[in-house]
């Protein structure tokens, strides 16, 4: 069993929808939980960090995180063809090492 | 402004050539790393260091070599490329000191071995 899970996608949404992203993970050790977004044949940037069970809202996002069942979850509200990206999900290992999800592909269409 | 750059941004070899990829950060980070893009696997660490002099393994190390003389740069050498090593490549670096500190990617070395 891999010790994080995500789906590839890709995932296609009109604009404006709501967008649900999610990661399972494995290690109940695991204490920092994060979304990169990476456009395109660019490097990926932090979008979401937290560190404890519940949601974390920025602007149209929001991260949300249950400890107790290992699942982890990114909210975008009012989705804009600009989301349109690979997001990441990545927890905190030993030794400040992050270990990433495969990533989902979203396209955002007009 | 500070950042974090790659070179090169392509590169094509032969299969058995020594390759080496190069990373240059200017925010005086301490911690640096590397890291390989594949469809399917997500981002994987093939090395990291947490200062100058130190290195570390990561993940996906066979066939990889870094070393760290400066804080500035972290270069990744592939002694004998394999077509396996095919790949995105990333470097990233953080200012370390605090867990979990943001890490901040460069724009990937695109490699092809042939």
């Known amino acids: 069993q891999k010790e994080v899970e995500q789906d590839p996608g890709p995932l296609s949404v009109p604009e404006g929808a709501i967008v649900s992203l999610n990661c399972t993970y494995s290690n109940s050790a695991f204490q920092y939980f994060m979304w990169y977004r990476q456009y395109s044949r660019k490097g990926p940037e932090l979008l979401m960090y937290?560190?404890?069970?519940g949601n974390k809202e920025d602007g149209r996002f929001t991260a949300q995180v249950d400890k107790s069942s290992k699942y982890i979850s990114l909210f975008i509200r009012d989705s804009q063809p600009s989301d349109s990206a690979t997001y990441l999900c990545a927890f905190l290992g030993g030794y400040n090492k992050l270990i990433f999800g495969a990533g989902t592909r979203l396209a955002v269409h007009p | 402004d500070a950042e974090i750059t790659q070179s090169p941004r392509h590169k094509i070899t032969e299969t058995g050539r020594q390759v080496t990829l190069a990373c240059h950060q200017t925010w005086n980070h301490n911690n640096m790393f590397w890291y390989r893009q594949d469809l399917g696997h997500g981002l994987r660490l093939i090395h990291y260091s947490y200062g100058v002099q130190d290195t570390n393994k990561g993940e996906v190390s066979d066939g990889y070599s870094v070393s760290r003389s400066n804080t500035e740069d972290l270069p990744l050498t592939l002694e004998s490329a394999a077509s396996s090593q095919t790949s995105v490549y990333f470097c990233?670096?953080?200012?370390?000191?605090?867990?979990?500190?943001?890490?901040?990617f460069g724009p990937g070395t695109r490699l092809t071995v042939l």
């Open positions: 990233a670096s953080s200012e370390g000191g605090t867990v979990g500190d943001t890490q901040y």
């Open positions: 937290t560190y404890s069970s």
